[in-house]
């Protein structure tokens, strides 16, 4: 039988298990050691910038958002489990209306390039998913043993994923929105962590069997046109359909591969450090294998392209500890990728490009073919520097507890850079990536009212590509279930797109995106918003 068969069955058998601990109670423990929580939560999102795909003005409502989630777990007994899900279902707003109306190819500025006709945007948001099904139990002294669906954080970096590599992350709904805990997507793993008390630390393994959902398997792009979508392609699937991905591409062949992960963990001399290693499935942005210079082997289906998640080598390590000097907590951490996969070929005008593609490859409307020109292996390094301190703000500005600032310094640098290899940052974007790439974050949070409002503001810089993100943030606890959240999010990124009808492709013209946009925050330049959030607790 096919290993994803099995481990479908498997999965099912893990459920129904759990399942049976909470409403029987079994070997797992009696029913009054069942904990049952979860929450009830609203989102509505508004732009708080002009879009710049369907001339929408600022101030539009993008999102109405509902999200269940119902956990049931067993803390207290030899076997210990846990299950859990979520359900989410959003109102077409019409703003989405729009995006849906665009990507169906019904642009009042020309018929979109992108044309799906039987496209419907609520695909994208609706969904309903087991978010947690493992059981864990100590089978000897020292050693612990979690199987079954679950999530597992590394790494110490808090914008950026540099070593927490293990899962990849739902960014179709709202990027850099909501906490990583709800983004990450959860995988069937074995999770097995041995103590050394006598080194003073621990060895985790953790192996991937591949008995996932497919789509479970690394991070989840908006590439369909929804309001996540980058700048200029919002109404947009990048032309990669139906077929949009290909999970059996031989640098990942994701359905019946093994891969694995492992970390030591240890204390030295008053400082926690940890040595990793991870082989597993991940990009850190969408990778295309293109009919234009195929990757290893064909796109698979009648299409332009395919969206591909090759295996990754990750080498990291990382240490924090408290600077008693400076009253301050540092942490450090390296992290070198041996394999990281970039797109390649800048149009217009690229080297790269111009074998590839020929005369289109100097179209002055092409730039959104930028990128389909190959995959190109690179090693990256990755550095990080974080500072976080309390600062005593109870007799200054009245905080119920002191102000936490926590400064982070972030670098990645490409491995024996070549500009004539032509790799860009983001595919349909002709802008090149930059040898080296420096970012800086700066957030702090001032606790009132006994700790019951909490005010944040976070800036962002990018040193690199010439952007900004700036985000304010209030969260007030309403009595004992009640917790709200209103937030602004800010982004000015270097970025020089715009939509214009092109003649002469088609028997009418059509709506296409021509420019570039740098760095994260040019291409979330009109991604900008404000939103509010109310959550009740059980």
């Known amino acids: 039988m096919h290993a994803i068969q099995k481990g479908r069955k498997l999965t099912r058998s893990l459920i129904a298990a759990s399942l049976a601990a909470g409403l029987c109670g079994t070997a797992f423990g009696q029913m009054a050691d069942v904990e049952v929580q979860g929450y009830v939560r609203g989102y509505a999102g508004w732009n708080t910038d002009k879009i710049i795909e369907t001339d929408n003005k600022r101030g539009d409502l993008s999102m109405l958002r509902g999200q269940v989630y119902l956990e049931a777990q067993n803390k207290k007994s030899a076997v210990q489990w846990k299950l859990s899900g979520r359900i989410a279902r959003e109102q077409k707003t019409d703003y989405l209306k729009q995006l849906q109306q665009l990507e169906q190819g019904k642009s009042s500025h020309g018929v979109s390039a992108f044309g799906?006709?039987?496209?419907?945007?609520?695909?994208?948001?609706?969904?309903?998913?087991?978010?947690?099904?493992?059981?864990?139990?100590?089978?000897?002294?020292?050693?612990?043993?979690?199987?079954?669906?679950?999530?597992?954080?590394?790494?110490?970096?808090?914008?950026?994923?540099?070593?927490?590599?293990?899962?990849?992350?739902?960014?179709?709904?709202?990027p850099l929105l909501e906490e990583p805990d709800e983004m990450r997507k959860p995988l069937f793993l074995f999770n097995t962590t041995l103590s050394v008390p006598e080194a003073d630390g621990s060895m985790q393994l953790i192996l991937r069997p591949g008995w996932d959902r497919l789509r479970d398997n690394g991070s989840t792009w908006d590439v369909f046109g929804g309001r996540a979508r980058t700048i200029g392609y919002k109404g947009g699937s990048s032309a990669f359909l139906p077929n949009t991905m290909d999970y059996e591409h031989p640098e990942g062949d994701l359905d019946n591969k093994l891969t694995y992960a492992l970390r030591w963990k240890g204390m030295l001399a008053g400082a926690n450090y940890h040595l990793s290693y991870v082989h597993m499935p991940y990009t850190r942005a969408p990778i295309a294998n293109t009919m234009f210079a195929p990757y290893k082997k064909g796109p698979e289906g009648p299409v332009m392209g395919n969206w591909i998640v090759p295996i990754v080598d990750v080498y990291g390590a990382g240490v924090n500890f408290y600077a008693q000097p400076i009253d301050t907590v540092l942490t450090g951490e390296i992290v070198y990728t041996s394999n990281e996969p970039f797109n390649i070929g800048s149009v217009p005008g690229g080297p790269v490009a111009t074998t590839c593609l020929g005369p289109l490859a100097s179209a002055p409307f092409a730039s959104s073919y930028s990128g389909v020109c190959g995959i190109k292996r690179k090693g990256t390094m990755m550095t990080m520097l974080r500072l976080e301190k309390s600062i005593k703000t109870n007799?200054?500005?009245?905080?119920?507890?002191?102000?936490?600032?926590?400064?982070?310094?972030?670098?990645?640098?490409?491995?024996?850079?070549?500009?004539?290899?032509?790799?860009?940052?983001?595919?349909?974007?002709?802008?090149?990536?930059?040898?080296?790439?420096?970012f800086v974050s700066l957030v702090l949070r001032a606790p009132f009212m006994q700790d019951k409002l909490t005010p944040t503001v976070a800036f962002g810089r990018d040193f690199t590509n010439d952007g900004s993100l700036f985000a304010v943030a209030v969260d007030y606890e309403l009595?004992?279930?009640?917790?709200?959240?209103?937030?602004?999010?800010?982004?000015?990124?270097?970025?020089?797109?715009?939509?214009q009808s092109i003649p002469g492709l088609a028997p009418v013209p059509l709506y296409l995106p021509v420019g570039g946009a740098s760095g994260m925050t040019g291409l979330l330049d009109d991604n900008s918003r404000f939103y509010l959030r109310a959550t009740y607790q059980f």
């Open 116 to 174: 799906n006709p039987t496209f419907d945007i609520m695909d994208i948001y609706n969904e309903g998913e087991i978010r947690d099904a493992w059981v864990q139990f100590q089978p000897i002294d020292n050693l612990n043993v979690k199987i079954g669906r679950q999530q597992v954080v590394w790494g110490e970096t808090d914008l950026f994923q540099a070593l927490d590599v293990i899962h990849g992350y739902n960014f179709m709904w709202a």
């Open 395 to 438: 007799d200054i500005i009245g905080t119920s507890t002191p102000m936490t600032a926590a400064l982070q310094i972030f670098n990645t640098r490409i491995e024996n850079f070549k500009r004539s290899e032509d790799l860009v940052q983001s595919i349909g974007y002709p802008n090149p990536v930059k040898e080296n790439n420096t």
């Open 479 to 499: 009595g004992t279930h009640w917790r709200l959240r209103a937030e602004w999010d800010a982004f000015r990124g270097n970025s020089k797109v715009n939509m």
